[in-house]
């Protein structure tokens, strides 16, 4: 069992950024690739970023290609989500989550499980 907690969000401009982090407790944590997915009002939760369980492949949605950096770091047990060069369309709920399975999607939520509580993301124009 892992428990995780994002943090990092709040308030920001559009061009500006942000690093949301997400700490796991339990000493599995480095076993799992970990991932970012967001929630905007009224919208589906979407996929953003995952990394494999030793930081050596990562995964993008192409609308942050370029703009987000995922990382991790086992010793600290936290993944991190770099986001620059923020847009109004970024502002969502995000989450972290674990994957405790492999569809062969590497976007595909149902793979992924121990769902943080979300940090809230505005971006203001």
């Known amino acids: 069992q892992v428990q995780l907690v994002e943090s990092g969000g709040g308030l920001v401009q559009a061009g500006g950024s942000l690093r949301l982090s997400c700490a796991a407790s339990?000493?599995?944590?480095?076993?799992?690739?970990m991932g970012w997915f967001r929630q905007a009002p009224g919208k589906e939760r979407e996929f953003v970023a995952a990394?494999?369980?030793?930081?050596?492949?990562?995964y993008y949605a192409d609308f942050v290609k370029g703009r987000f950096t995922i990382s991790r770091d086992n010793a600290k047990n936290t993944v991190y989500l770099q986001m620059n060069s923020l847009k109004p369309e970024d502002t969502a709920v995000y989450y972290c989550?674990?994957?405790?399975?492999?569809?062969?999607?590497?976007?595909?939520?149902?793979?992924?499980?121990?769902w943080g509580q979300g940090t809230q993301v505005t971006v203001s124009s």
């Open positions: 989550a674990a994957r405790l399975r492999y569809s062969g999607d590497d976007s595909y939520a149902g793979d992924f499980g121990f």
């Open positions: 990394i494999t369980w030793n930081g050596g492949s990562t």
């Open positions: 339990g000493r599995t944590f480095s076993s799992y690739a």
